[in-house]
């Protein structure tokens, strides 16, 4: 007998070492026709605290780990949270830019914290990440 697996996004980290994992099913309703979104969360066991909010991951089936832990992570199939940091790097690397375009034409003081401020809080952000 093979291990049931489901494919799902992590949208908690509920605690160490285990995640709540939510898939999504559109089903239609039998009479009326009208189709809508159920969702179901299953916790499972990540034994090394690798997945991160937003990842899609692939969960199977095991022995209980607790009352409500009988599933463990096989493998993560995307990543969800480099996508999110690099769109905002992306964000704040824009504004410093048009603070400083902004600057060149004004010589206001306050637009050079603006633009040095969101150099260093991007240049930290990236430290994070590596």
């Given at each position: 007998?093979?291990?049931?697996?489901i494919?799902?996004?992590?949208?908690?980290?509920?605690?160490?070492?285990?995640?709540?994992?939510?898939?999504?099913?559109?089903?239609?309703?039998?009479?009326?026709g009208?189709?809508y979104?159920?969702?179901?969360?299953?916790?499972?066991?990540?034994?090394?605290?690798e997945?991160?909010?937003?990842?899609?991951?692939?969960?199977?089936?095991?022995?209980?780990?607790?009352?409500?832990?009988?599933?463990?992570?096989?493998?993560?199939?995307?990543?969800?949270r480099?996508?999110?940091?690099?769109?905002?790097?992306?964000?704040?690397?824009?504004?410093?830019?048009?603070?400083?375009?902004?600057?060149?034409?004004?010589?206001d003081?306050?637009?050079?914290?603006?633009?040095?401020?969101?150099k260093?809080?991007?240049?930290?952000?990236?430290?994070?990440?590596?």
């Open positions: 007998m093979s291990k049931r697996t494919t799902g996004t992590v949208t908690s980290i509920a605690g160490d070492k285990t995640i709540v994992v939510t898939t999504t099913t559109r089903k239609t309703n039998p009479l009326y009208k189709k979104t159920t969702s179901r969360k299953f916790h499972a066991h990540d034994a090394k605290n997945t991160h909010v937003g990842d899609t991951v692939l969960i199977e089936e095991c022995a209980p780990i607790s009352a409500t832990k009988t599933w463990t992570l096989s493998k993560i199939v995307e990543r969800g480099e996508r999110l940091t690099l769109k905002e790097n992306e964000i704040v690397e824009e504004m410093a830019e048009k603070a400083a375009a902004k600057h060149d034409k004004e010589e003081p306050e637009d050079a914290v603006i633009a040095s401020n969101a260093q809080s991007t240049s930290k952000k990236e430290e994070e990440a590596k």
